[in-house]
């Protein structure tokens, strides 16, 4: 069962029922106030709930001529209907410990009135109920196919709660709010299901009568009420109501309705002379109503509320999500039909990103007039002119295929090609995930099985929508093919939060590895860690930029690498004191260091060093070892002074240099071999491990991790990443 099934049915229920679920919604809000109005009000008997039927009734005879009925309403109200001294018939809140008078039977506002109508049944009586109750239902479905979406997307339910991949904020805030709020919404939906079912008498009928001999009851031996067993053993707290006998016939009795039971009560002897058990249907009707209106409590009535709240920001989050997935795979308009065409793109794309970059490569081969046709990997077919095939794959699911490109291995299985067609596969994918571009490897791997497919590049992986990777991957395919490929950059993003001014503090020279240090100091008062990543755009150039963070003493420091045609990177190196730049801070909480920890290894290589300076001179309680891979001796020193300063200030840390331009060349991945037991040991008792630096270093550093962990802990390193003890922050 893939995850687009549950998606579309999510989806499809979500799309037929909005209208009303909003409508249910916002009357729930304003529904929401009720019980909480009401429990403001000092009638609720409160902690007086222990006292007896039989106190109460006494105080009440003392001060009224006769005594109707008492109630105890779900707000835990006591009122009584009496007839008073002077002969009036009045119903009123009592104080049930001295049988006072203490407030008017509390009116329905009008605006509670009209929603309550509006929520019930749309103002249309007995349909408008109907259909209420199938939006319940509908709701219910909608939380369902929602719970297995999030069991899917989290790679099974024993990872339900664990750290979701964020890809933008409607996604992310639609599974946090969702999880958060899942199970009040079952509730909700289902109690509203029960009270529509009990309203059309749908559930299975409790019409137990009472069974009185009234032949035999007995009118002596004659008793006060104060002597009443069984009006001395009910208390408040199980009452929910009395009816007084009308007369003093025989016949006549009291009538007591507890929260359980219904009893007949002679009312000369104070005997039992009939008792009725409530079904559990009737038990479960009270108790949706409670659960379903928030009555007599007020956390479960803001609750209730939170609840309608966050259901209006799921019919937005999630249409928004839709419609952006929409837009991106409706983008597919080909000027050459599929047998016309030289050049075949097949996308393989979940939410659509991946449509993105294809797209650019696709309309760059259109400027160069070539005939290219651009499709989904589950079209795929015969392709009478194709001379390249270039498949764009999307992973999901645990190493899964995106839904519209699930048929697409079986499809390249039937549909051989007559001749010979060169291939190129981008994987697309999230190092967030253990099994990383899963899918595009299966592909590549099924390609490379025929023989009329010819790769004419390695498959090329790229981390979450890079496109400086993709342009990297493009000019090794122009090179390859010697088609001069021009991709044209994507429009900038909107800068998602305003740019801060940030002063230099200092600067260093570069050191031989053209590499070296900038500090600076927020113009305003502004909160990140180390970790966090520091945006900037260079003048007039869209593409944004990101430098890992270390804070030092409230400062930013970045570490930077030049690079000859760099415009950024020369930018900075000619930065001086006091110069102003415009950048942004961009939280990272996934990599920001992890306090929970017992101990903390951070591995990187070159200028991915940053963050753990910030973190090692910040942490003075969790002990922490730095692994650094760099070129020679010299390369370190410009971080000398604060790693030594961070060691000496906090005795927390450690460092463990690697140097691969001297005549023993070391890489940091040796080091962690060589301190197998260690990393092992670390990992298996709740420590963490961040690696930061490049992708290079990263897969290296990854597989020997994974080596270690199955030789010693007998476990994959991703036991350890799906427990959240892997950070990485690689580019
Ligand atoms: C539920 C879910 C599961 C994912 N599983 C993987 C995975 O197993 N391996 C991987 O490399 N990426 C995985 N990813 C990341 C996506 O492949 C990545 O975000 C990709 O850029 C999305 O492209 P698209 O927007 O075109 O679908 C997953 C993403 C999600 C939301």
Same mark, same amino acid.
């Given at each position: 069962m893939t995850i687009s099934i549950w998606r579309y049915s999510h989806l499809a229920l979500a799309i037929s029922s909005f209208i009303f679920i909003i409508i249910a919604s916002i009357t729930g809000?304003?529904?929401?106030?009720?019980?909480?109005?009401?429990?403001?009000?000092?009638?609720?008997?409160?902690?007086?709930?222990?006292?007896?039927?039989?106190?109460?009734?006494?105080?009440?005879?003392?001060?009224?001529?006769?005594?109707?009925?008492?109630?105890?309403?779900?707000?835990?109200?006591?009122?009584?209907?009496?007839?008073?001294?002077?002969?009036k018939n009045e119903?009123?809140?009592?104080?049930?410990?001295?049988?006072?008078?203490?407030?008017?039977?509390?009116?329905?506002? +009008?605006?509670?009135?009209?929603?309550?109508?509006?929520?019930?049944?749309?103002?249309?009586?007995?349909?408008?109920?109907?259909?209420?109750?199938?939006?319940?239902?509908?709701?219910?479905?909608?939380?369902?196919?929602?719970?297995?979406?999030?069991?899917?997307?989290?790679?099974?339910?024993?990872?339900?709660?664990?750290?979701?991949?964020?890809?933008?904020?409607?996604?992310?805030?639609?599974?946090?709010?969702?999880?958060?709020?899942?199970?009040?919404?079952?509730?909700?939906?289902?109690?509203?299901?029960?009270?529509?079912?009990?309203?059309?008498?749908?559930?299975p009928s409790h019409t137990a009568e009472h069974q009185i001999d009234y032949e035999n009851i007995k009118t002596t031996p004659k008793k006060q009420i104060k002597d009443f067993i069984i009006f001395n053993q009910v208390t408040l707290k199980n009452l929910r109501a009395v009816e007084f006998p009308f007369s003093d016939d025989p016949e006549d009795y009291f009538n007591v309705k507890l929260s359980n039971k219904e009893l007949i009560i002679n009312q000369f002897t104070g005997q039992i002379l009939s008792t009725i058990e409530y079904p559990f249907v009737k038990l479960a009707s009270h108790w949706s109503l409670i659960l379903h209106?928030?009555?007599?409590?007020?956390?479960?009535?803001?609750?209730?509320?939170?609840?309608?709240?966050?259901?209006?920001?799921?019919?937005?989050?999630?249409?928004?999500?839709?419609?952006?997935?929409?837009?991106?795979?409706?983008i597919l308009k080909n000027v050459y039909s599929k047998d016309k065409?030289?050049?075949?793109?097949?996308?393989?794309?979940?939410?659509?990103?991946?449509?993105?970059?294809?797209?650019?490569?696709?309309?760059?081969?259109?400027?160069?007039?070539?005939?290219?046709?651009?499709?989904?990997?589950?079209?795929?077919?015969?392709y009478k002119k194709a001379k390249h095939l270039i498949i764009f794959a999307a992973t999901y699911g645990k190493g899964e295929p995106p839904s519209n490109a699930k048929n697409f291995i079986t499809l390249l299985k039937k549909n051989i090609p007559t001749k010979e067609i060169s291939y190129a596969v981008v994987g697309f994918g999230s190092l967030a995930y253990p099994d990383f571009c899963k899918y595009a490897i299966d592909i590549d791997k099924t390609l490379q099985s025929n023989m009329l497919f010819k790769s004419i590049l390695d498959l090329h992986k790229i981390n979450n929508q890079s496109f400086e990777a993709f342009k990297n991957w493009s000019l090794q395919w122009s090179k390859n093919t010697g088609i001069p490929i021009q991709l044209k950059e994507p429009p900038k993003k909107n800068k998602s939060k305003k740019e801060s001014s940030f002063s230099v503090e200092s600067r260093s020279l570069l050191n031989t590895d053209d590499t070296f240090l900038i500090r600076l100091r927020s113009e305003n008062k502004i909160s990140f860690m180390s970790g966090?990543?520091?945006?900037?755009? +260079?003048?007039?150039?869209?593409?944004?930029?990101?430098?890992?963070?270390?804070?030092?003493?409230?400062?930013?420091?970045?570490?930077?690498?030049?690079?000859?045609?760099?415009?950024?990177?020369?930018?900075?190196?000619?930065?001086?004191?006091?110069?102003?730049?415009?950048?942004?801070?961009?939280? $990272?909480?996934?990599?920001?260091?992890?306090?929970?920890?017992?101990?903390?290894?951070?591995?990187?290589?070159?200028?991915?060093?940053?963050?753990?300076?910030?973190?090692? $001179?910040?942490?003075?309680?969790?002990?922490?070892?730095?692994?650094?891979?760099?070129?020679?001796?010299?390369?370190?020193?410009?971080?000398?002074?604060?790693?030594?300063?961070?060691?000496?200030?906090?005795?927390?840390?450690?460092?463990?240099?690697?140097?691969?331009?001297?005549?023993?060349?070391?890489?940091?991945?040796?080091?962690?071999?060589?301190?197998?037991?260690?990393?092992?040991?670390?990992?298996?008792?709740?420590?963490?491990?961040?690696?930061?630096?490049?992708v290079a270093m990263q897969k290296e550093v990854i597989a020997i991790i994974d080596q270690i962990c199955q030789k010693i802990n007998h476990k994959p390193l991703s036991y350890y990443q799906n427990k959240g003890q892997l950070k990485m922050d690689c580019y």
């Open positions: 809000i304003i529904l929401a106030f009720e019980p909480i109005s009401n429990q403001l009000q000092p009638y609720s008997i409160g902690s007086s709930n222990n006292i007896t039927l039989a106190q109460t009734i006494i105080v009440l005879q003392e001060h009224y001529e006769e005594i109707i009925s008492i109630e105890v309403d779900n707000n835990d109200f006591v009122s009584a209907s009496v007839i008073t001294n002077d002969g119903t009123f809140y009592i104080n049930p410990l001295t049988g006072e008078k203490i407030g008017e039977i509390i009116e329905k506002a +009008p605006i509670f009135k009209f929603a309550t109508n509006l929520h019930r049944s749309l103002f249309l009586k007995s349909a408008g109920r109907f259909f209420v109750g199938l939006i319940s239902f509908i709701l219910f479905l909608i939380a369902i196919t929602g719970i297995l979406l999030i069991i899917k997307r989290q790679q099974g339910i024993h990872r339900f709660f664990s750290k979701i991949v964020k890809e933008n904020f409607e996604q992310y805030y639609h599974i946090i709010v969702g999880r958060l709020t899942l199970i009040p919404i079952l509730i909700v939906a289902f109690t509203g299901v029960y009270l529509s079912l009990e309203k059309f008498s749908l559930l209106t928030g009555q007599g409590s007020i956390l479960w009535s803001i609750i209730l509320g939170i609840v309608c709240c966050s259901i209006l920001f799921f019919i937005y989050s999630g249409f928004l999500m839709t419609l952006k997935r929409r837009k991106k795979s409706s065409s030289e050049y075949i793109i097949l996308v393989g794309s979940e939410t659509g990103n991946t449509f993105d970059l294809a797209k650019i490569f696709y309309n760059s081969l259109l400027d160069l007039n070539k005939t290219v046709f651009i499709s989904e990997l589950n079209k795929y077919s015969s966090d990543l520091l945006s900037f755009y +260079p003048e007039n150039d869209p593409i944004e930029r990101l430098y890992s963070i270390g804070k030092i003493d409230g400062d930013i420091l970045l570490s930077v690498k030049k690079h000859e045609f760099g415009v950024c990177s020369t930018y900075f190196s000619k930065l001086n004191k006091n110069d102003i730049i415009k950048a942004s801070i961009k939280r $990272n909480p996934d990599f920001n260091f992890p306090v929970w920890a017992t101990e903390v290894i951070m591995i990187a290589n070159g200028t991915g060093i940053a963050p753990f300076l910030g973190m090692i $001179n910040t942490n003075k309680k969790i002990k922490s070892h730095l692994f650094w891979g760099g070129r020679n001796e010299e390369s370190i020193e410009l971080y000398h002074e604060i790693i030594q300063n961070s060691i000496k200030k906090n005795g927390t840390a450690y460092f463990y240099p690697a140097y691969s331009r001297v005549q023993e060349k070391i890489y940091v991945q040796h080091l962690l071999k060589r301190n197998s037991s260690f990393i092992a040991k670390t990992l298996d008792k709740k420590g963490a491990i961040l690696i930061c630096g490049s």
